[in-house]
């Protein structure tokens, strides 16, 4: 189970980032952190960002995303999608999509961007300021008798 400080919780898990009417994906800036470690730090242009407890999220078109959302581990896995622009041996541009990955106990992601898309479990909303998620280790339990 994953907590945010909107108040709610997350079962499966949340994707930040939009696409046009075309599917193509529209660009927005964030710093992403989990735990102490930085996967964006707001000055690059991203694609998307996939916040995971279980697999709901865990691939955007053909690319993984997420590649060991385990809802049983007490770690949140998350992974943002970064354009790279690559030259050819000929000289042509080719854009690449690169896939940063981290797992840890808690997210942050702040936008720079004013509004960003986002879905979480499915619910949509957009968001506008620093938004964290982290793991509540246990909040599950069912009793037998």
Do not use: Q
């Not at 959302?69 to 080719?94: H, I, M, N, Q, W």
């Not at 981290?102 to 898309?117: I, T």
């Not at 979480?120 to 339990?141: I, M, Q, V």
């Amino acid at each position: 189970l994953l907590r945010n400080d909107g108040g709610s919780v997350t079962l499966d898990g949340a994707l930040i980032g939009a696409a046009d009417e075309a599917g193509r994906p529209l660009h927005w800036r964030g710093r992403v952190e989990v735990d102490d470690t930085v996967l964006s730090d707001g000055d690059e242009p991203l694609m998307a960002c996939a916040i995971g407890n279980a697999g709901g999220y865990a691939t955007l078109n053909d690319v993984t995303m997420l590649d060991r959302p385990d809802p049983t581990d007490e770690l949140v896995e998350v992974a943002v999608a970064v354009p790279v622009v690559a030259r050819s041996t000929f000289g042509r541009k080719r854009v690449r999509l690169e896939v940063r990955r981290a797992r840890g106990r808690a997210v942050s992601v702040l936008p720079r961007d004013e509004k960003v898309p986002f879905l979480d479990d499915g619910a949509e909303g957009e968001l506008n300021r620093k938004r964290s998620w982290w793991t509540e280790p246990g909040a599950w339990a069912v009793w037998a008798a």
